[in-house]
T-cell receptor, first 113, second 112 residues
Framework: DTEVTQTPKHLVMGMTNKKSLKCEQHMGHRAMYWYKQKAKKPPELMFVYSYEKLSINESVPSRFSPECPNSSLLNLHLHALQPEDSALYLC????????????FGSGTRLTVV | GDSVTQMEGPVTLSEEAFLTINCTYTATGYPSLFWYVQYPGEGLQLLLKATKADDKGSNKGFEATYRKETTSFHLEKGSVQVSDSAVYFC???????????FGEGTQLTVNP
């Protein structure tokens, strides 16, 4: 298995809703990432988990809450989002060595109404 | 800090034309270099990589050579197809455990 699987593919939520994005990989990668990507822009790093521990939080608002239940799963819990949070949310995983790039999922297209 | 500069887009070519997308980087030491491709509505896919000077990465007819002297990693393809229309991102990774640093991306459109 050489894939990162993200669900759902599309999500529309209101500003008072609570929802979660899910990400799964079975490549044995011990680093997992959440990115936010706006149209025509490169991905922006949000969170990094290394060996199931949060190692980087790029000053992301608390309405985004990551969780890593085990080495294969990564969740992003969403609450009280704003319309400007509408974007493509990408999950990625990687091996530790710098010689390897990241493997990205196909993303969740989030629309906040 | 580390940075990646890509040629500004968008780039529009006719089918079978030659493609070059320029990428230069600023980094301390010798990072690993990557090209990613993002097709409409999809995530990023690793296209090719090079991990040391003079390495050439290649995949699906695309090539890029790690040039230490010019700190560059230009993407080339001899004959583009309509299906190559996508956004291309150059990226570097400096050390083990470090994050990927992306360029701004270059939109390529190939017309029949």
């Amino acid at each position: 298995d050489t894939e990162v699987t993200q669900t759902p593919k599309h999500l529309v939520m209101g500003m008072t809703n609570k929802k979660s994005l899910k990400c799964e990989q079975h490549m044995g990668h011990r680093a997992m990432y959440w990115y936010k990507q706006k149209a025509k822009k490169p991905p922006e790093l949000m969170f990094v988990y290394s060996y199931e521990k949060l190692s980087i939080n790029e000053s992301v608002p608390s309405r985004f809450s990551p969780e890593c239940p085990n080495s294969s799963l990564l969740n992003l819990h969403l609450h009280a989002l704003q319309p400007e949070d509408s974007a493509l949310y990408l999950c990625a995983s990687s091996q530790g060595s710098r010689n390897y790039g990241y493997t990205f999922g196909s993303g969740t297209r989030l629309t906040v109404v | 800090g580390d940075s990646v500069t890509q040629m500004e887009g968008p780039v529009t070519l006719s089918e079978e034309a030659f493609l070059t997308i320029n990428c230069t980087y600023t980094a301390t030491g010798y990072p690993s270099l990557f090209w990613y491709v993002q097709y409409p509505g999809e995530g990023l896919q690793l296209l090719l990589k090079a991990t040391k000077a003079d390495d050439k990465g290649s995949n699906k007819g695309f090539e890029a050579t790690y040039r230490k002297e010019t700190t560059s990693f230009h993407l080339e393809k001899g004959s583009v197809q309509v299906s190559d229309s996508a956004v291309y991102f150059c990226a570097l990774r400096w050390t083990s455990g470090s994050r990927l640093t992306f360029g701004e991306g270059t939109q390529l459109t190939v017309n029949p």
